[in-house]
Nanobody
Framework: QVQLVESGGGLVQPGGSLRLSCAASGSIFTFNTMGWYRQAPGKERELVADITSGGSTNYADSVKGRFTISRDNANNTTYLQMNSLKPEDTAVYYC?????????????WGQGTQVTVSS
């Protein structure tokens, strides 16, 4: 029932910015962690950034200082502000949401949105 809908991907020139949004529908609960992963051709899917319901964040070293993750807990939405984009940021970006309790844990994924950084 949970569905993650992503938006904001596209083509941007090096040095430009994009803002990705991911809205979770079908859930009445706050996700413990929401985040963004990306997968470039020939590479493994990697964590870009995530954020807990309490606001703690983690970033991949490659994006620190350039990307900012945020969330709106009331609406179960997460955002990824991407600045100073580089060609190596080109990848399919996937939204991820995790819900867990003492005896359960669930992972949900968006369909992926293409981000292409090129002149």
């Amino acid at each position: 029932q949970v569905q993650l809908v992503e938006s904001g991907g596209g083509l941007v020139q090096p040095g430009g910015s994009l803002r990705l949004s991911c809205a979770a529908s079908g859930s009445i609960f706050t996700f413990n962690t929401m985040g963004w992963y990306r997968q470039a051709p020939g590479k493994e899917r990697e964590l870009v950034a995530d954020i807990t319901s309490g606001g703690s964040t983690n970033y991949a070293d490659s994006v620190k200082g350039r990307f900012t993750i945020s969330r709106d807990n009331a609406n179960n939405t997460t955002y990824l502000q991407m600045n100073s984009l580089k060609p190596e940021d080109t990848a399919v970006y996937y939204c991820n949401a995790q819900r867990s309790g003492r005896w359960y844990a669930f992972d949900y994924w968006g369909q992926g949105t293409q981000v292409t950084v090129s002149s």
